[in-house]
């Protein structure tokens, strides 16, 4: 069973780092076409993505967002991290990991087919 | 920057059928993905490529598409559907990841 678990401060101030942990099991990310991915949602929002990383270490990110944003992986651990800089109240969301699977053939697709059930962040002073 | 357009809402009575659609330039080159969310819950993956339906998901969900729209059918709509729905897809480069703005289903 493919499970993911995100975890990390339900607060941070303005101008902080946010550090998210997603913590996976169920599968291996050095597995070809496996990636994490995460996503985030502000209250009553539209969902947004932001970054991820894939079996082969190759990472994409939110072109808005890419200055700010950090992803990783620890194969080890089952564990990727996901950093965030210069936190700001518009950056109040709920963020979810996901597995996100790249399909490679004649009729490449992909998928996003397990998400975690997301952690809530709220950044304040 | 690349979009993809839902309505706000839709809503439907219980048993009839509800269509959801989502559109985009890049649509008629890049595969469709739909995605359930109940209120509190995180979303979950109801069609990929368009009109593919993962294992589990019962066959009253269903995904066509024309041109630059797809569209997601709800037949017999049911009180358990009512969620939010995420049409999502990749920009031209097939990387960067877009999601629509998301259509509430009301179940009157």
């Known amino acids: 069973q493919v499970t993911l678990r995100e975890s990390g401060p339900a607060l941070v101030k303005p101008t902080q780092t946010l550090t998210l942990t997603c913590t996976f099991s169920?599968?291996?990310?050095?597995?070809?076409?496996?990636?994490v991915t995460w996503i985030r949602q502000p209250p009553g929002k539209a969902l947004e993505w932001l970054a991820r990383?894939?079996?082969?270490?190759?990472?994409f990110y939110s072109t808005s967002l890419k200055t700010r944003l950090t992803i990783s992986k620890d194969t080890s651990k089952n564990q990727v991290v996901l950093r965030m800089t210069n936190m700001a109240p518009v950056d109040t969301a709920t963020y979810f990991c996901a597995r996100y699977r790249v399909i490679r053939g004649a009729d490449s697709y992909f998928y996003m087919d397990v998400w975690g059930k997301g952690t809530t962040v709220t950044v304040s002073s | 920057s690349y979009e993809l357009t839902q309505p706000p809402s839709v809503s439907v009575s219980p048993g009839q059928t509800a269509r959801i659609t989502c559109s985009a330039d890049a649509l008629p080159n890049q595969y469709a993905y739909w995605y359930q969310q109940r209120p509190g819950q995180a979303p979950v993956l109801i069609i990929y490529k368009d009109i593919a339906r993962p294992s589990g998901i019962p066959e009253r969900f269903s995904g066509s598409s024309s041109g630059t729209t797809v569209t997601l059918t709800i037949r017999g709509v049911q009180a358990e559907d009512e969620a939010d729905y995420y049409c999502q897809s990749v920009d031209i480069t097939g990387i960067y990841v877009v999601f629509g703005g998301g259509t509430k289903l009301t179940v009157l």
């Open positions: 169920g599968f291996s990310l050095t597995s070809t076409g496996m990636c």
């Open positions: 990383i894939d079996w082969d270490d190759d990472r």
